[in-house]
């Protein structure tokens, strides 16, 4: 027995009208649109999620992204657009940074690193604190205690630090240290 399957994908497009009433004086009254609607024409928060879990997650390259979209929905993206979904994505995680930091500089053990990366063809040091629940990532120019101290984590810990033998993390005395497998031999 062979099985046929028809694949349709379409577009979700709502409309949205807002009354407008004028009273006798001549004053235009304009009811409002729902939360989250501010444009004449806006992507839907379930489709710029999906761009971001394609771009961050999957690390698809935009022009992939677009090429999908495009392709199996018919909807076309510009780069300019994923980019604003990602700065979207980002800015609202401003909250979960602060409370990650404050979790991770009360916590009983910590595992801090650091790893040079790209940034627009500029080295940066990507910096991470974590523990069994938390994780923070802040990428930043330098490498040693400046940068280390201007993320606020390490500065307040008082539990035990694992880290790499990196000479910097020493100057934290509120803290024990630990080192790392991959550094103790």
């Keep these: 027995m062979r099985q ?23 004053n235009r009254i304009v009811a409002s649109f729902p939360e989250g609607v501010t444009k004449a024409v806006q992507y839907g928060s379930d489709l710029k999620a999906h761009a971001v879990y394609m771009s961050q997650y999957q690390l698809i390259p935009y022009k992939r992204i677009q090429e999908y979209f495009e392709g199996q929905m018919g909807i076309p993206l510009s780069e300019g657009s994923i980019y604003n979904f990602n700065r979207e994505a980002c800015e609202s995680l401003d909250p979960f940074g602060g409370m990650a930091r404050e979790e991770l500089a009360k916590s009983e053990v910590m595992h801090v690193d650091e790893t040079g990366i790209n940034r627009n063809g500029d080295r940066y040091w990507l910096h991470s604190a974590s523990n069994s629940l938390w994780t923070y990532f802040f990428p930043h120019e330098r490498r040693g205690t400046e940068a280390i101290n201007s993320i606020g984590i390490v500065p307040e810990f008082k539990g035990i630090l694992c880290h790499d033998h990196m000479k910097s993390y020493y100057t934290y005395t509120r803290c024990t240290h630990a080192l790392c497998n991959a550094h103790t031999t």
């Excluded at 046929?4 to 009433?21: C, G, H, L, M, N």
């Design 4 to 26: 046929v399957f028809d694949i349709k994908i379409s577009r979700v497009v709502t409309e949205y009208r807002a009354e407008v009433v004028e009273d006798a004086k001549g």
